[in-house]
């Protein structure tokens, strides 16, 4: 099976842009989640999609936003960027839908720096 | 609210020693715990995970760890480094009744020749 793509790779925007970023997850997972992952703050939970509804939210603003899509692609986007923002994203996605965790499998992640 | 200690931000070791990353949760009840690992400029790729099955877990790569309720650890060994396990890894806990993961600040693992 192809693993969790994300696109872009890389993403250079400039303070007040917004972004959105893209994640294909495996072939019959339902589950997406976002994390970010910077020097200071390290990996921290974004939000959770599961049957295109989100099902966990993390300590963000509003600022930061997701959907998913009927085949479980799920998008996020962030708006009025900020120098904070600068980060990898990572996306990471699990079957879904069982009582016991699921194991989560990451992208390679998306680097957006804001200038 | 569950959370998840790594201490020491760095480790080095010599390659052929053995490795040993420490990680403690925080929890009156036993969670899901999960050691990944990553490269430069990569994802997370699953090292191992405890479910309650067994308390010794055997990973990937030659890696392992024990839970011990008694001391609410999940320290992550190796018996032998070698140059290619150099990468950050990171212990994360998952609460009940969600995929979401809760990670540890994570440890820089060095292996020198």
């Known amino acids: 099976k192809a693993g969790v793509t994300q696109t872009p790779r890389y993403l250079i925007k400039t303070r007040g842009q917004q972004v959105t970023l893209s994640c294909s997850p495996i072939?019959?997972?339902?589950?997406v989640s976002w994390y970010q992952q910077t020097p200071g703050q390290g990996l921290q939970f974004l939000f959770e999609?599961?049957?295109?509804?989100?099902?966990n939210k993390g300590n963000f603003p509003g600022r930061f936003s997701g959907r998913q899509f009927s085949n479980s692609r799920s998008e996020m986007n962030v708006s009025t960027l900020e120098l904070g923002d600068s980060a990898l994203y990572l996306c990471?996605?699990?079957?879904?839908?069982?009582?016991?965790?699921?194991?989560?499998?990451f992208g390679p992640g998306t680097r957006l720096t804001v200038l | 609210a569950q959370s998840v200690t790594q201490l020491g931000s760095h480790v080095s070791v010599s390659e052929g020693a053995l490795v040993l990353l420490r990680c403690n949760y925080s929890?009156?009840?036993?969670?899901?715990l999960f050691w990944y690992v990553q490269y430069p400029n990569q994802g997370l790729q699953l090292l191992l995970k405890?479910?309650?099955?067994?308390?010794l877990v055997k990973g990937i790569n030659g890696f392992e760890a024990e839970f011990k309720k008694s001391e609410t650890s999940f320290h992550l060994t190796k018996p032998s480094a070698h140059m290619s396990d150099a990468a950050e890894y990171f212990c994360?806990?998952?609460?009940?009744?969600?995929?979401?993961?809760?990670f540890g600040t994570g440890t820089r693992l060095q292996v020198f020749p």
């Open positions: 405890y479910t309650s099955a067994a308390t």
């Open positions: 072939s019959g997972h339902r589950s």
């Open positions: 994360a806990v998952t609460p009940y009744n969600t995929d979401k993961l809760i």
């Open positions: 929890s009156s009840v036993p969670p899901y």
């Open positions: 990471a996605s699990s079957p879904g839908g069982t009582a016991d965790a699921d194991t989560q499998y």
């Open positions: 999609y599961f049957s295109e509804t989100q099902r």
